[in-house]
């Protein structure tokens, strides 16, 4: 069987908008800034995985609905993790993390093939595991991804880095001036006061199998570490 870590190990999921640093492309400055702050946790020990999302390249439901086939797009929306992927592995080893990227769509000559015990194995050796290309699967975002690998790779918890937004609140705090921001917040009271923390399928797949979870905002400098360390900032989603 499979053995429980007996360090900290952490699922932290990077959207697509932190890598384009808001627009189409990549932004290096932060992707290595970002990289720099994961670099310092691990340095003090902590096992990081990390999926990446891809919505500074494509998002698949936004091109079918400009008339792509929506599976088409969808796997154009995966290609684009991985280019995220890679370039948050460029700065990882800059930084002198050793990482791994695993691929759902395999492509040997860029990536290792998604193999959970590999990327268990990994993170015991302290590599950084990124995740790429989603769960392989057309109609499936990354947010569910997130959750499924930090469940197949024994995560302690996941963690949800957020853009424009460092918290879960009552409303959208950028348009709802009485909105109030949450320490914590159970799965049972986010679904039924319908806060948007992620997608339904992501959520749900939280929710059924009790995964804790972390919601924060990556706008501060700082906060993917503190984040990855345990420290208490955002909003604690809990089962
Ligand atoms: N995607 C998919 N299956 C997956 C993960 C992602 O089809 O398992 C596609 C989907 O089109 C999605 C795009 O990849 O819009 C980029 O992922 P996502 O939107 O989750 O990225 P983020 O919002 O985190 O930037």
């Known amino acids: 069987g499979v053995v429980p870590p007996a360090a900290r190990r952490v699922l932290l999921k990077l959207s697509g908008e932190m890598f384009g640093g808001g627009a189409v492309g990549l ?25 990446v999302g891809g919505g500074n ?17 969808d796997y154009m929306g995966m290609l684009g993790t991985v280019m995220n992927a890679l370039a948050l592995q460029d700065f990882l080893e800059q930084a002198g993390v050793a990482t791994r990227v695993q691929t759902a769509i395999t ?5 290792e093939p998604y193999i959970p015990l590999r990327a268990i194995r990994h993170m015991e050796k302290g590599r950084v595991v990124i995740f790429a290309a989603g769960a392989g699967m057309p109609y499936f975002s990354t947010d569910t991804v997130a959750v499924q690998r930090a469940l197949e790779t024994l995560c302690t918890e996941v963690i949800m880095g957020k853009n424009g ?25 986010a679904l039924h ?8 399928m992501a959520f749900s797949l939280a929710m059924d199998n009790r995964v804790p979870m972390v919601v924060f905002g990556l706008d501060t400098h700082g906060n993917v570490t503190r984040a990855l360390l345990g420290e208490r900032i955002g909003t604690r989603v809990t089962p």
């Open 107 to 111: 492509m040997g000559q860029v990536a």
């Open 165 to 189: 937004v460092d918290a879960v609140y009552t409303a959208d705090p950028r348009t709802d001036p009485t909105a109030v921001r949450l320490e914590t917040v159970t799965y049972r009271e």
């Open 27 to 51: 932004d290096p400055i932060v992707v290595r800034r970002v990289a720099d702050e994961i670099a310092d946790a691990v340095g003090q020990g902590v096992q990081v995985a990390i999926v």
């Open 193 to 200: 006061k319908r806060l948007a923390v992620m997608d339904s």
């Open 57 to 73: 390249f494509f998002r698949g439901a936004e091109l079918s609905a400009s008339g792509m086939e929506r599976a088409r797009a």
